[in-house]
């Protein structure tokens, strides 16, 4: 599963209902209840299955630097001799308005379950995913598990491996009625030296509808990790 390259620079599946839990202490401040409860798998799909555009901008820039994505469903597409699901996702990286970097991937996955199987990009990297665990249907706030392991190689043939990740998710509440669902991506484990992680969050509600994201990417430098953060706009 292909994820933002910050360093540098479902109702519609699952017809899935809010699902919604209340106990004496999730009351929000203004009355009303607190939804703990969230359809993550819809979630998850609805970020590789719904058209979006999206501008990420870095928080406490010195330079004003954005990351502009465009997400395209292709439909039902081949990978790996599977007949999958594709989504494409254009990216476009600009200091004070002059792109410094622009890439273009396709995502493969399947809609029930949601599983992926990797990604190819315009670089010629070629990846490979394996399912960890299926994500649950439905997680409550406070949740996270394994999701994938994914080999990236130079390209399609296969022959020299460049990367390992390992990718898991987690919930946690962001306002009474929403929560960050959140992709974590490990640091290179083919590398003895880290060349950092990233962080990935969308602001979810009860339908598991995008409203916004953010992202987070902690990366190594000679005075210890610097952490970069982008916000949706």
Excluded: H
């Excluded at 209840?33 to 870095?58: D, G, S």
């Excluded at 954005?66 to 997400?71: L, R």
């Amino acid at each position: 599963m292909k994820t933002l390259k910050l360093c540098l620079g479902l109702s519609l599946i699952t017809g899935l209902s809010a699902c919604v839990s209340i106990t004496n202490n999730e009351v929000a401040l203004g009355g009303g209840p607190v939804i703990t409860e969230y359809p993550v798998e819809t979630a998850l799909l609805n970020i590789y299955t719904q058209p979006r555009t999206e501008t990420l901008t870095e928080v406490d820039s010195v330079q004003s630097r954005t990351v502009n994505t465009k997400v395209t469903p292709k439909g039902v597409i081949s990978f790996e001799g599977k007949r999958v699901q594709g989504a494409e996702f254009e990216s476009v990286t600009t200091v004070e308005g002059n792109v410094i970097s622009r890439s273009t991937s396709i995502n493969y996955f399947s809609l029930n379950p949601a599983r992926f199987y990797g990604y190819t990009d315009s670089s010629g990297e070629y990846s490979v995913a394996t399912q960890t665990a299926d994500i649950p249907k439905v997680a409550r706030v406070g949740d996270s598990g394994a999701l994938l392991t994914e080999n990236v190689y130079s390209d399609s043939s296969k022959r020299s491996q460049i990367s390992r990740y390992q990718q898991s998710w987690s919930l946690t509440q962001a306002s009474p009625a929403t929560a960050w669902f959140c992709i974590s991506t490990s640091q290179n484990l083919l590398s003895n030296v880290s060349d950092g992680s990233t962080v990935e969050c969308y602001n979810i509600n009860a339908k598991g509808d995008i409203l916004n994201s953010k992202a987070t990417a902690s990366i190594p430098t000679a005075n210890g990790i610097e952490t970069v953060t982008y916000t949706s706009r």
